[in-house]
């Protein structure tokens, strides 16, 4: 999708954007229906869709989800839009969720009280490698790292964000807390107050120009009350309001205002734990059991977390839902020892995937069996422990 910024004096900019995402309301029992739930079934199919692995997926999507003013691209009623897996561009979709709450809750309130509860098949290990050096950045070497360095930048781009975003805040609501105290803390403040006072009427304006206006000012206004009451009640009569709008300067002008930090708890396992780790956590595509266990096991740690009584959530409304027997025979299941007739026919849809992918690049027939059969499926049976 292609989107255009207008630059000083009179240019513009055109980026297009490779990635998108879908949200669906069920609101009720009415909303349960297979007219609602196919299209998100195609869609889920879609961001599963690992590169090569698996054929791209092609999804209809609606004018009405494209709604930014910048927008360039010419979009149909309905269109379709081919999809890969989402994982290539945003592995962790922290940013959704957070999206989904500013929907719940647009004054950003009570933020210090909200957790986001991440649920990961495995902790995150390092990727980094020492390795490379401009002696040795030979083709498939450096290839190899541009891959992994591209790959993990972009997969997990909303861990990276929420944690610089963090930051910002952090320092935004220590100046705030000072900014306060130095109000509290003078004397005579009179002259302060109006110099600070002065600067708010005359930037405020400014800033929401393209924001709203004056309602917009006012609605900062009482959502900085709310987050800050404890700062704003303890400050005379006379100075709260101007302290107030003197931070709400200082978020707007940094773009802040939409923005609140995010306290992420982990839920995480061990390979040891699953039986879908092997091959880079490809082992839970071989069979809908691996893949039931890991998922079992995650509910279980997750359920957990929940009811530990020093679980920083507190003592939430949560009643846990009965889960499975974990078989823990597939725990830290390798790929030697899942069963061969699994095995088997995994290397039977990688032959013909791979037979396909040669075929769309224009090998003919026999080419392509030569290719599999001696070189590409040696591989694989070593790969797979046939």
Same mark, same amino acid.
């Given at each position: 999708?292609?989107y255009?910024?207008?630059?000083?004096p009179?240019?513009?900019?055109?980026?297009?954007?490779?990635q998108d995402d879908?949200k669906?309301l069920?609101?009720?029992?009415?909303?349960d229906?297979?007219?609602?739930?196919e299209p998100?079934?195609?869609a889920a199919?879609?961001c599963?869709?690992?590169?090569?692995?698996?054929s791209a997926?092609?999804?209809?999507?609606q004018k009405s989800?494209?709604d930014?003013?910048?927008l360039?691209?010419?979009?149909?009623?309905t269109?379709?839009?081919c999809?890969?897996?989402g994982?290539?561009?945003?592995n962790?979709?922290?940013g959704?969720?957070?999206?989904?709450?500013?929907k719940?809750?647009p004054?950003h309130?009570d933020t210090?009280?909200r957790?986001?509860?991440f649920?990961?098949?495995?902790?995150?290990?390092?990727?980094?490698?020492?390795?490379?050096n401009?002696?040795?950045?030979?083709f498939?070497?450096?290839?190899?790292?541009?891959?992994?360095a591209i790959?993990?930048?972009a997969g997990?781009?909303?861990w990276i964000m =929420? &944690?610089? +975003?963090? !930051?910002?805040?952090?320092?935004? *609501?220590?100046?705030a807390v000072? @900014?306060a105290s130095?109000l509290?803390e003078?004397?005579?403040? =009179? &002259?302060f +107050?109006? !110099?600070l006072?002065?600067a708010? *009427?005359?930037?405020l304006p400014? @800033?929401?120009?393209?924001?709203?206006?004056?309602?917009s000012?006012?609605?900062?206004r009482?959502?900085l009350?709310?987050?800050?009451?404890?700062?704003y009640?303890g @400050?005379?009569?006379?100075?709260?309001?101007?302290?107030?709008d003197?931070?709400?300067?200082l978020?707007?002008a940094?773009?802040m205002g939409?923005r609140?930090?995010m306290q992420?708890?982990?839920?995480?396992?061990?390979?040891?734990?699953?039986?879908g780790a092997?091959l880079?956590?490809?082992?839970?595509f071989f069979?809908?059991k691996?893949?039931?266990?890991d998922y079992d096991?995650?509910?279980?740690?997750?359920q957990a977390f929940?009811?530990?009584?020093?679980?920083p959530?507190g003592?939430?409304n949560?009643?846990?839902?009965?889960?499975?027997?974990?078989?823990h025979?597939?725990?830290n299941?390798?790929?030697?020892?899942m069963?061969?007739?699994i095995?088997?026919?995994?290397y039977?849809?990688?032959?013909d995937?791979?037979?396909?992918i040669?075929s769309?690049a224009g090998?003919n027939?026999?080419?392509a069996?030569?290719a599999?059969?001696?070189?590409?499926?040696?591989?694989?049976?070593s790969?797979?422990?046939?």
């Amino acid at each position: 999708m292609d989107y255009k910024v207008d630059t000083w004096p009179e240019g513009e900019f055109v980026y297009t954007r490779f990635q998108d995402d879908l949200k669906v309301l069920i609101q009720n029992a009415a909303s349960d229906t297979i007219d609602v739930w196919e299209p998100l079934r195609n869609a889920a199919v879609s961001c599963g869709a690992f590169p090569f692995a698996f054929s791209a997926v092609e999804v209809a999507r609606q004018k009405s989800d494209y709604d930014s003013p910048n927008l360039e691209s010419q979009i149909l009623p309905t269109q379709n839009f081919c999809y890969t897996d989402g994982g290539v561009f945003q592995n962790e979709p922290l940013g959704m969720a957070k999206d989904l709450v500013d929907k719940i809750d647009p004054e950003h309130v009570d933020t210090e009280n909200r957790y986001y509860l991440f649920v990961s098949h495995d902790s995150k290990k390092s990727v980094a490698s020492s390795q490379l050096n401009a002696g040795n950045a030979d083709f498939l070497p450096f290839g190899s790292r541009l891959a992994t360095a591209i790959f993990n930048q972009a997969g997990f781009q909303d861990w990276i964000m =929420a &944690e610089k +975003v963090n !930051s910002q805040i952090d320092l935004f *609501n220590k100046r705030a807390v000072e @900014l306060a105290s130095i109000l509290k803390e003078k004397a005579d403040p =009179a &002259e302060f +107050v109006t !110099s600070l006072e002065t600067a708010a *009427n005359l930037l405020l304006p400014i @800033l929401f120009k393209n924001e709203g206006g004056d309602a917009s000012i006012n609605a900062a206004r009482d959502r900085l009350k709310k987050q800050f009451a404890t700062e704003y009640n303890g @400050l005379p009569e006379g100075v709260r309001n101007t302290w107030v709008d003197a931070i709400l300067v200082l978020e707007t002008a940094a773009q802040m205002g939409k923005r609140d930090e995010m306290q992420i708890l982990a839920i995480t396992s061990d390979a040891s734990e699953l039986a879908g780790a092997d091959l880079h956590a490809f082992g839970g595509f071989f069979d809908f059991k691996y893949r039931k266990h890991d998922y079992d096991v995650g509910r279980d740690k997750a359920q957990a977390f929940l009811l530990k009584p020093d679980c920083p959530l507190g003592n939430i409304n949560f009643s846990p839902e009965n889960i499975d027997v974990i078989d823990h025979e597939l725990d830290n299941l390798k790929l030697e020892a899942m069963d061969r007739s699994i095995r088997k026919d995994v290397y039977n849809r990688l032959h013909d995937r791979c037979l396909s992918i040669l075929s769309e690049a224009g090998v003919n027939k026999v080419e392509a069996g030569v290719a599999f059969d001696f070189v590409i499926g040696p591989k694989l049976k070593s790969l797979l422990k046939l």
